[in-house]
């Protein structure tokens, strides 16, 4: 969905003729530097960190959560499967819940499945889709969970005035090869708490030898990982994120013409958007009364041969929980000591997956189609799209 050219060849020949490839020697005005100021008077938030992708974002952010074993995360069974991978990663269990027809957690399931050993939750704004985080933060707040909003596909959406992913406690970006914009592989982490900072900065950072103010850390330093950004990706991320307005305007445009021409069909209603103001305008769902429905719809657009973007998230593979397989079959890791299903601090957790055990969640995602929006495609075939699928009624 990115896109990308001429800019993004100019930054990172600067960077490799500078000789600076490494952020901490790029250091203060330097591309990742750079990159972090501008997300965050962007998010207006006071720390972000760059990492090398979405899954990475989301370890940081569980560990700036402080999320371990022994404790349940709460995940919709609608998304990428990093996001429950990265709760296994940090030696948590993920606890799957019903989506709702918004395609997004649900906030009445949540509230009905949070047990005595859930800490978290993560609700994912899948496809750019804002999540009815009104409904998830005041359950978050009778319960006392955390939340750490997964916005790799969210990046550039809003929700009542306030970009996805700053929201939560902490948020997590990916800057992969499909999301809103792209270095190839990448992400970011969010927050508004210093504390959850400096866990997320010294788990990304070797317990942050690297930085030059380490000193000035107030939580004690830990061994963490490695998932620095150089200041190749850096470069790219700086020009992509100055396309961002021009993305968001053009995909907003798309939806709106399809929005507007799809209303009041008699074959299938647009699917209830949280805030479709806020909305990022990288899909438009509609919603039919049966899935067979749905088929026959996929199958008109088809017959027309104009190769219109559409499928519903039924079909979207690891995207669905029923396709979890490394989750469904409980291998959390290549060593059982470190394999968060087989931790004695987690014998009392909820570990069961099993392919049918969300029937609603199925149901929805059968019965939704998604028009898939590109910025690069003309108005014209969009508008070509919607008459195809009046047709229908
Ligand atoms: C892409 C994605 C991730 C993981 O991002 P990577 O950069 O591929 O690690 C996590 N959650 C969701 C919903 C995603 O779409």
Known sequence: MYEIGQAEIDAVARVINSGQLFRYRGGEGGEVDTFERSLCAMLDQPYFVTVTSGTAALICGLVGLEIGPGDEVIVPGYTFMATASAVVAVGAIPVVVDIDESCCLDPVALERAIGPRTKAVIPVHMRGLPCDLDGIQAVCRRHGLKLLEDACQGFGGQYHGRWLGAIGDAGAYSFNHFKTISCGEGGGVTTASREVFERALTHHDSGTAFRGHAGEMTIPLFCGTNFRCNELLGAVLNVQLSRLAGIRTRLRERRDLLRERLDGSSAFELSPVNDVEGDLGAVVGLLFETAAQRQAAERHLASAGQGFAAGSPIDSGIHVYSRW????????????????????????????????????????????????????????????????????G
Do not use: F, W
């Open 325 to 392: 397989q490394p989750i469904i079959e409980q291998r959390g890791s290549y060593h059982p000591a470190h394999d968060a299903y087989r931790r004695p601090e987690n014998e009392g957790c909820r570990k069961t997956v099993t392919p049918d055990m969300l029937p609603r969640t199925l149901d929805i995602l059968d019965r939704t189609l998604h028009l898939v929006l590109d910025t690069k495609t003309p108005l014209e075939h969009y508008a070509a799209l919607a008459a195809k699928l009046r047709e229908l």
